[in-house]
């Protein structure tokens, strides 16, 4: 026999040696598994930089049970400030340099957007993206699955309800000029379609914006009685804010994204008393509407775990238990039970098959269902299809409104 040269005989051993322990995939080693994840800490929409502290505490309870199959789940989360910039430069970075297994949430359709090519270039996983656009599934891709309801969904149900349960005649809305804002009017426009109605209004701000004014006379303007509202925490507040100083008070009705009552009754002021808001979970359970309830549904068993042990234990002294929080620990269950699944011998692609094995999932949110990959098919990675609505009350509590309401996919360009 030919003797083996040294060099191509330890590279051969190294290579045997990795395979058997079972941590040659990126960022899986035989004791942890490195996922990554962003969210605003600072800048404009940091109220919502709770989701990756609440990710990160669901991970540390995860790992005081034993982790995953022995390997412990070890969280990478940066501030990118709802900076799609930053988003890009910080998960490029932890994922050429450090090495993630997946991704996990991230706030914000537009940072979404600036990472997505890459990820899915890349051919790795990116499970719930802490936004509800519909590019995570047009067209659907074999790496990202969605958890979060589109946002086109919240809009329909918002005005179904304003229109036949409130008898409102004339609706606006409000919208960040963005992907997130755009398809929040795309999905009002749809469904007062139905109704064969129009918009009286569509307002568009930016991001930036400070001044309200302008953007509330034009509402004022148009007299309508409930305006939607697609847009972040702070912008609300000036809007309703400047709304109650301009002597305009329609029912104001807002999307998933603020329906964190407590902490919006703290930025309003108390003003957001008496708005409608669609919610993704962690409230409702079937049969309960008008019942006023904080954020744990007593029949919701996993929210006590979760509160007792995760939050108390590992959120900072001055973190809130709230809407927001738990939303990093919904958004994040698919890919935990999907670890499970996978058992010890854990690679992408058979992670990727077990998130396809979801049927009518139960966490914190509502039910949430993958099918097998087919790029014609957006349904195959749409996940949760289905909100309810709630109404803040005067001392920050969720009054229910209605059961869970499937909402309706609407392919692009109809």
């Not at 051993?13 to 960022?27: D, M």
């Not at 800048?43 to 982790?67: L, Q, S």
């Not at 990116?126 to 969904?153: A, D, M």
């Not at 690679?347 to 087919?374: A, C, H, W």
Request: proline share 5%; charged share 20%; net charge negative.
């Amino acid at each position: 026999m030919k003797r083996i040269p040294t060099a191509v005989f330890l590279a051969m051993a190294i290579v045997l040696a990795f395979t058997v322990s079972g941590f040659c995939e990126e960022g899986v080693t035989d004791t942890e598994i490195h996922i990554g994840q962003w969210g605003p800490q600072t800048g404009p929409a940091a109220p919502w930089g709770a989701v990756a502290r609440g990710t990160d505490a669901y991970f540390k309870m995860i790992n005081e049970n034993g982790g995953i199959h022995g390997r412990q789940l070890i969280l990478h989360y940066f501030d990118d400030a709802y900076n799609p910039a930053k988003t890009k430069a910080g998960v490029k970075q932890l994922q050429e340099q450090t090495g993630m297994f997946a991704w996990v949430s991230g706030v914000g359709t537009a940072p979404g957007l600036a990472v997505k090519d890459y990820l899915m270039e890349q051919k790795i996983p990116w499970i719930g993206p802490s936004t509800g656009s519909r590019h995570w599934v047009e067209p659907p891709q074999k790496y990202l699955f969605n958890v979060y309801p589109l946002y086109l969904g919240d809009a329909q149900v918002l005005v179904d309800y304003a229109v036949n349960q409130m008898g409102k005649k004339k609706i606006a809305i409000i919208y960040q000029n963005d992907d997130y804002g755009k398809q929040g009017l795309e999905g009002a426009e749809y469904q007062l379609g139905k109704l064969d109605m129009k918009l009286v209004e569509a307002v568009p701000v930016a991001v930036a914006d400070t001044d309200m004014k302008p953007h509330i006379m034009k509402l004022k303007n148009s007299d309508a009685d409930a305006v939607l509202l697609f847009v972040t925490p702070g912008t609300v507040a000036r809007l309703i804010g400047t709304g109650k100083a301009m002597q305009f008070e329609p029912q104001w009705l807002s999307t998933t994204t603020c329906g964190d009552f407590p902490l919006m009754m703290a930025i309003t002021k108390g003003l957001y008393e008496g708005v409608i808001s669609a919610s993704f979970g962690m409230g409702a359970v079937k049969g309960n509407i008008g019942e006023v309830q904080g954020i744990m549904a007593p029949e919701l068993d996993l929210m006590k775990k979760y509160k007792t042990e995760a939050y108390e234990k590992y959120a900072a002294e001055d973190e809130r238990w709230g809407y927001t929080f738990c939303a990093g620990i919904g958004l994040a269950e698919p890919l935990v039970e999907a670890l499970r699944r996978c058992g010890r011998d854990l690679t992408r692609e058979k992670l990727v098959s077990e998130l396809e094995g979801l049927e009518n999932f139960k966490g914190i949110m509502g039910d949430i269902t993958y099918q097998p990959f087919d790029p014609e098919n957006p349904i195959c990675r749409i996940g949760q299809q289905e909100i309810y609505l709630q109404q803040c009350t005067a001392d920050g509590r969720s009054k229910i409104l209605t059961d869970w309401q499937k909402t309706v996919y609407i392919p692009k360009n109809e």
